[in-house]
């Protein structure tokens, strides 16, 4: 058996879980035997290996923008393609709720040839996170990491059992649920906030502190979008910049900062641990 893994993670989180799931499918204990993986990145550039013979299986792991899936990951896995090949798919998201994401990305990989059979929710530390901001600080932890190990295992066995495996119906999956509160909270926050853009519309980009910045380009690089150029890390292009704030989390001279009212709402209201969960 293979599994190829397809994966979209501008910082990082995404690619630990998808990292731990195909350790999960190489340490199933199936009468196949071994299971072999490999990986496709699409965080900077649309895979090269763009298609899946029907006897082999795929892992996608894309993260979660409001709700959705990162528009750009859909971008860069648009020309993947199988042959009714077993898919697995996984969103992650930074504690508040997946929305619709994994519907869509079971929809859109259905479109392209896969039948998925299993689904996952698993928590990463959100973009807009800070040391002042908390947001899912840290995830995923060890605990999700195992989580994700055991979702592996548990997809190869199933695989490897010989029956065909049916399409699952992702929109079952479901995040747990926030504080009542903590919902109304957020939502009187964006209607709010959706108001005021309307009156003043403003695009909020990463600043770069001059004074810091030592033009190493590390920014440069880490962006999977091209908004930032080498030897000009002070500036990001806004019709390019998707705010994944890969480029402030990788600053190694901490000179890159992402400021919006999201971050103070979302750590206020969305503070409490939410588990991974899956659906076979």
Do not use: W
């Not at 840290?138 to 592996?152: E, F, T, V």
């Not at 903590?182 to 009156?199: A, G």
């Not at 402030?248 to 939410?274: D, E, I, Q, Y």
Request: charged share 20%.
């Amino acid at each position: 058996m293979k599994c190829h893994t397809y994966l979209f993670s501008p910082t990082g989180t995404g690619r630990r879980i998808a990292r731990a799931i195909a350790e999960g499918f190489a340490e199933a204990d199936t009468q196949a035997g071994p299971v072999e993986t490999t990986t496709h990145d699409a965080t900077y550039a649309a895979p090269e290996t763009a298609s899946v013979p029907g006897d082999e299986a795929a892992l996608f792991v894309v993260p979660v923008y409001g709700g959705r899936v990162a528009p750009t990951a859909l971008q860069r896995l648009d020309g993947v393609r199988g042959a009714g090949t077993p898919a697995v798919v996984v969103v992650v998201y930074g504690n508040r709720d997946i929305g619709s994401a994994a519907t869509e990305l079971a929809a859109f990989v259905a479109e392209r040839g896969f039948v998925p059979v299993a689904a996952g929710a698993f928590v990463g530390e959100h973009s807009y996170s800070t040391p002042a901001t908390p947001i899912a600080a840290a995830r995923p932890d060890a605990q999700d990491l195992d989580a994700a190990r055991r979702l592996g295992r548990e997809v190869a066995r199933k695989l490897a059992s010989g029956a065909t495996p049916a399409a699952i119906d992702a929109s079952r999956l479901r995040a747990a649920r926030s504080p009542l509160l903590s919902l109304v909270r957020f939502i009187l926050f964006v209607l709010r906030y959706r108001r005021q853009q309307k009156r003043r519309p403003v695009r909020l980009l990463p600043q770069t502190d001059a004074a810091r910045c030592t033009h190493c380009g590390r920014c440069a690089a880490l962006c999977p979008t091209g908004a930032i150029a080498r030897g000009e890390e002070e500036r990001t292009d806004p019709a390019r910049c998707i705010r994944c704030c890969a480029c402030v989390k990788g600053c190694p001279v901490a000179a890159r900062s992402f400021t919006t009212p999201f971050a103070a709402v979302l750590a206020r209201n969305f503070a409490r641990r939410k588990e991974p969960v899956t659906l076979l």
